[in-house]
Every structure is written in structure tokens, then in C-alpha cells.
């Protein structure tokens, strides 16, 4: 009988797989504290979580049964992929339940930040009718420069051509071909960044690709842009978006992500161009149960030894799975 620790909030229907299996059993304990996770890790044979839970190289040390780490989503920054693959664990996470999900809440924010939705929003419902202080602006025949043109980044280069809007890309993978099947003109980052009425981030944090939106590069950009992250905290740099915000080079922002979450009483908060959700990306009924009926079938064919997909790992110290990239 294989032991299962989940540790994130997953519902029912997504651990559906697991939950019927005869040779399982599903340890539910949500919210653990480092300590109580550090005991309840020593005995179970995998561990499944989302963002929540922090797999550190400590509580890897602490697993001696553990064989496969599950995370219910895209992301793995907050699980130590080389204390893992050094201890033999594999680590495998779902990339393609959310996909959807993100895309759309990425366009959501893109015509909420054109339009001064949220803003206006607060404005009526406390008995104003200020009309005139929300005036937008349209997306038709505006520049979209997507940053990353994964599964998330094609999904959204796809909505955008709906609205009529020009799209630009950088990624060290996109193919002449591809680009062109997408209707998306493939550019260097430098370009990319230039040529963007909305800058649109969707990328994995690496150490080349952090801090990438900062004073520097923000220079490069048109005057108005308008810059949406939605991916992962930490490839703006914060403080500088703050200050061209300020100083209106930026015309506004629309975040999803932070680089330290929850962020708390952040500078950003006090900026009316701003506009914010808590790391809502994945955040839809279907898209969570997508993921979590990914990984539990990832996880039951690494534990009954059946061939799998998905995993992640570590190389070797300061190697990852992308390319060196140095946007230059």
C-alpha cells in the first residue's frame, strides 16, 4: 500500500484517481506547519502539493520512503528540484491544466487595465458617476509583445489576433515557422520590449530571467506601455515599475504575482494605475481539477513503476532547462 501526503488544497474530483485506487491511501493534511511536515514526510512514499507547501532540501533529507513529488500546477520554485534529484526523488509537475485558465485571466487584466474597470468599479458602487476620469483606451490595432510564447503565451497571442491587435514574441524556442502559423512576428527581446503598446510576461523565473522588467529595460520601452505579469513574481523589479509608474513612462500594471508572497502592504498598492489579484492565474474550477487529475496519474504510474511524462530536473549547479539567455 503506497502512502500519498497531500498537503495543498485539492478537491475531490481531482484526486479522483487516486482516491479509488486500491493500492493507495491519501493522507490529507493541509496547512502543516515545517515541523509537522518534517514528521509526516518521513513514512509516505510521494508528496503532493501546489504552491503553498515549501519542499525544502530539509524536509527531502527527512523523506526516507519518498519516491516522486507531485505539484499540482506549472510552477516548482517553491520545491528543491536539486536536493531531489540528488536524493534519486523524481519530480513532476502538470503544464498543461492551467493553460487556459491563465490565458484568460491574463486578457482579462489587459482590458481591465485598458478600460479602469476595478478603479471605476470602487468609484460607482460608493455613489459617484465620474466618467470622465475613466477614459480608456482600445486594444484594436495596438502592440502586443508577449514574453514567452509557451502554452500560455501562444493562448493569449491567439485572443489577442481576435481583437485585431499586433503580436510580437520573444522566446529562445519559437521557430520562424511556428510564428508564422501564429500570425506572430518573432523578434529579439530588445525589439520585443520596443515595439509593445502592452507587455505581456510569461516566462519561468530562472536566474536570467529575473529582475529582466527593471530600470534599464524599462527604458527601452515605449512611453504609455502598459506591462502584465502573470506568470511568476520576480521577473519585475518591483521598485522600479513603482517609480516609471510615477514618473508616467508606465502608463499602468496589471499583477497577478508578486516576487514575495503574500505581499502585504506593497508600494504598488498606492498607485491608481495599478491594478492586482492575488496570484489568481490557475485559479478556476476546471483548471485545478485538470491539474490535479494530471499529476495523481503521473504519480500512480511512478509508483506502480509505468512509464511517465512531465518531470522536472536539476542537471547539475547552475544549469537549468533553458538556454543561457542574456537578452542582449
Known amino acids: 500500500m503506497y502512502k500519498i501526503l497531500v498537503t495543498d488544497p485539492l478537491s475531490d474530483q481531482g484526486l479522483e484517481k487516486l482516491l479509488q ?3 493507495v491511501e491519501v493522507i490529507r493534511k493541509v496547512g502543516l506547519s515545517k515541523e509537522e511536515l518534517l514528521i509526516e514526510i518521513q513514512s509516505v512514499d510521494a508528496l503532493l502539493v501546489r504552491s503553498q507547501t515549501k519542499v525544502t532540501a530539509e524536509v527531502i533529507e527527512n523523506a ?7 505539484r499540482a500546477g506549472v510552477g516548482v520554485d517553491n520545491i528543491d528540484i536539486s536536493a531531489a534529484t540528488k536524493k534519486g526523488i523524481i ?3 502538470a503544464p498543461n491544466g492551467n493553460t487556459i485558465s491563465t490565458a484568460e485571466h491574463t486578457f482579462a487584466m489587459m482590458i481591465a487595465l485598458s478600460r479602469h474597470i476595478p478603479q471605476a468599479h470602487i468609484s460607482t458602487v460608493q455613489g459617484e458617476w465620474k466618467r470622465k476620469n475613466f477614459v480608456g483606451v482600445e486594444l484594436n490595432k495596438k502592440t502586443l509583445s ?3 510564447l509557451g502554452r500560455v503565451g501562444t493562448e493569449l497571442a491567439k485572443r489577442a489576433k481576435a481583437f485585431h491587435m499586433q503580436v510580437v514574441a520573444y522566446d529562445p524556442y519559437l521557430t520562424e515557422k511556428l510564428a508564422e502559423e501564429l500570425e506572430v512576428k518573432k523578434t529579439s527581446f530588445k525589439e520585443a520590449i520596443s515595439l509593445g503598446d502592452y507587455i505581456s ?11 529582466l ?14 506591462i502584465l505579469n502573470c506568470a511568476r513574481g520576480g521577473i519585475i523589479d518591483e521598485e ?5 509608474i510615477q514618473s508616467g513612462r508606465v502608463a499602468g500594471a496589471a499583477l497577478d504575482v508578486f516576487e514575495i508572497e503574500p505581499p502585504g502592504k506593497h508600494l504598488l498598492f498606492s498607485l491608481p494605475q495599478v491594478i492586482v489579484t492575488p496570484h489568481l492565474g490557475a485559479s478556476t474550477v476546471e483548471a485545478q481539477e485538470n491539474v490535479a487529475l494530471d499529476v495523481s496519474q503521473e504519480v500512480l504510474h511512478i509508483l506502480r513503476g509505468q512509464p ?9 549547479e547552475e544549469i537549468d532547462l533553458q538556454p543561457n539567455l542574456s537578452f542582449t
Open 308 to 316: 511517465f511524462q512531465n518531470a522536472v530536473i536539476h542537471l547539475k
Open 201 to 211: 510576461i510569461h516566462a519561468p523565473l530562472t536566474k536570467d530571467t529575473y529582475s
Open 91 to 93: 519530480v513532476v509537475n
Open 240 to 244: 522600479a515599475l513603482y517609480h516609471a
Open 213 to 226: 522588467i527593471n530600470g534599464d529595460t524599462i527604458l527601452m520601452m515605449k512611453e504609455g506601455v502598459r
Open 64 to 70: 526516507h520512503h519518498l519516491k516522486v513529488i507531485a
Open 146 to 148: 508577449i514574453i514567452g
Open 21 to 23: 485506487a486500491k493500492d
